[in-house]
């Protein structure tokens, strides 16, 4: 059973800190997406990767097959960057896509 | 590009009452469309997987002719919950998938109240 892990779960910082948020999957995945879900539910893709990084924005995201392991940054962080980051990986071999529970963000003015 | 619509937004209704759920593709041709529900605070839980013109696939523990899914056409799925109950008060979310490309794009929700 494909597992995914996100950390921390709730997520309280400054207006401009550096965010890190951890994803981690248990077995071989085709894709891993970040998602983000603001308040009233709507959700946006932010990325969709298979390897390496990606870079939109002030937003980076990281993979590492190896380890089963991603990470979502945001730099320079805003309070409009509050919401709920979830992270979902595709297992190799398989349509369904399995979500994590979601880090929720708060960021401070 | 690659925008998904959902109607409504968020519907309350009577127990006992069906509500359908309106999910399209506004500007691609989608082969593969993902209905999910999300309880508060929860993440999100597939409930059934529908391609283009066959029966949908439900996830275990979903009543089939509790939620009707069809998919009649490459840009619109619906979900219809039949005879609903406080219990099916969720927020409804859509996906939709182009063949070959492991991007889902998410429609932004419906939430249902059932009193």
């Known amino acids: 059973k494909n597992e995914v892990e996100q950390s921390p779960q709730n997520l309280t910082a400054q207006e401009g800190e550096f965010i890190t948020i951890n994803c981690s999957y248990s077995?071989?995945?085709?894709?891993l997406h970040w998602l983000q879900q603001h308040p009233g539910g709507g959700i946006v893709s932010l990325f969709m990767l298979s390897s390496g990084k990606k870079k939109h924005g002030r937003l980076i995201a990281t993979i590492n097959i190896q380890e089963k392991h991603s990470s979502l940054h945001i730099t320079a962080s805003h309070p409009r960057d509050s919401a709920v980051y979830i992270c979902a990986v595709r297992e190799i071999g398989d349509d369904k896509i399995i979500f994590g529970k979601g880090t929720r963000l708060h960021i401070l003015p | 590009g690659a925008v998904v619509s959902q109607h409504p937004s968020w519907v309350i209704c009577k127990s006992g009452t069906s509500v359908k759920i309106e999910c399209r593709s506004l500007d691609f041709q989608a082969t593969t469309m993902f209905w999910y529900r999300q309880f508060p605070k929860q993440s999100l839980m597939l409930m059934a997987t529908?391609?283009?013109?066959?029966?949908?696939?439900?996830e275990q523990g979903v009543e089939k002719d509790k939620f009707l899914i069809n998919h009649a056409s490459l840009t619109l799925s619906t979900l219809t919950v039949t005879s609903a109950h406080p219990e099916d008060s969720s927020f409804y979310i859509c996906?939709?998938?182009?063949?070959?490309?492991?991007?889902?794009?998410f429609g932004p929700g419906t939430r249902l109240l059932v009193l």
């Open positions: 996906s939709a998938e182009v063949a070959g490309r492991e991007t889902q794009y």
């Open positions: 077995v071989g995945i085709s894709a």
């Open positions: 529908s391609n283009e013109g066959s029966k949908a696939t439900y």
